[in-house]
């Protein structure tokens, strides 16, 4: 017996609150006091990398069409790039600040995936409405790594990088089938599945 | 002289606790964050209500989440982090 997907999407949800609480808290020490313990360093890439590989399952098993699976996939593809780029960094293996633009990259890609994927109007049903501010969330949060690529040190941009996650995972938190508000708001989305 | 290196080693205490309290509130404010949703939403807790609930549903505990997650980071980085930070700055401080 499967779980429903708004559950996957609430252990996503914590994912991404543990990914924005692990950036936030590096913002706020800074690089050098972060970098005092080497495992510290590799635990938000890495948690990065093993979302990416939870999204496999997700591909697999919740394929309710070609474009879900084709997103998921997508999806799986461009967080794994991403932790693998950061964590390449973070060992010394890469050099280039320019890696880090592949965590710009994942956000666009999952901005097109969670677009592209949600077919009806922003008012045709929660699940829509939370489908359609996502996908502007990231297309807007895509501008945090991407100034991050060029500037690393920034606060404020490691900060609006860290509370993109945590916004994330509000959203996330919010998909809920049953809600007596914002449930289906279409008539032709037909009677709430439960 | 003396004063205005007394104003800067309070300005520069000030910034360095504001920085390890602002590390130590990110853990207690996400498990209050959790804590306010379970009261807002108390539905959301299935184990409170857990007649006829399937394993999915009782294992699935948005607000509990929080919570945890809260804790988790209280207890296992944030006391670390703020030891780093302090011997990062006395190192600075040189």
Do not use: C
Request: hydrophobic share 55%; net charge neutral; charged share 10%.
């Amino acid at each position: 017996m499967l779980p429903k997907a708004e559950f996957v999407h609430w252990w996503f949800a914590t994912g991404f609150l543990i990914l924005g609480l692990l950036l936030l808290a590096e913002a706020l020490v800074g690089e050098a006091a972060w970098r005092r313990r080497p495992w510290r360093v590799y635990l938000w890439p890495s948690f990065l990398f093993a979302m990416g590989v939870l999204m496999w399952p997700v591909m697999v098993f919740y394929t309710n069409s070609t474009i879900h699976m084709l997103a998921h996939g997508s999806w799986a593809q461009a967080m794994m790039l991403a932790g693998a780029a950061e964590l390449g960094l973070a060992r010394g293996k890469l050099h280039s600040p320019y890696w880090r633009l592949t965590t710009a990259g994942a956000f666009l890609v999952s901005a097109a995936a969670i677009l592209l994927h949600e077919q009806n109007g922003w008012f045709y049903a929660r699940a829509a409405f939370l489908h359609h501010i996502l996908g502007w969330t990231f297309i807007v949060g895509a501008a945090f790594p991407l100034i991050r690529a060029f500037r690393p040190g920034s606060v404020a941009v490691r900060t609006g990088l860290a509370l993109v996650f945590v916004v994330t995972a509000v959203f996330l938190y919010s998909d809920r089938d049953s809600a007596s508000i914002f449930g289906h708001i279409s008539p032709l989305a037909g009677a709430q599945h439960r | 002289m003396e004063s205005h290196f007394g104003t800067e080693a309070v300005a520069h205490l000030r910034q360095r606790s504001l920085r390890a309290t602002a590390v130590n509130l990110i853990g207690p404010l996400t498990m209050l964050a959790g804590v306010v949703w379970a009261f807002v939403q108390p539905y959301r807790l299935t184990f409170l209500h857990p007649h006829g609930q399937g394993f999915w549903w009782l294992f699935a505990e948005p607000p509990l989440y929080v919570i945890l997650v809260g804790l988790v980071f209280a207890v296992s980085l944030a006391p670390a982090l703020i030891h780093d930070l302090e011997e990062e700055e006395d190192a600075a401080e040189g």
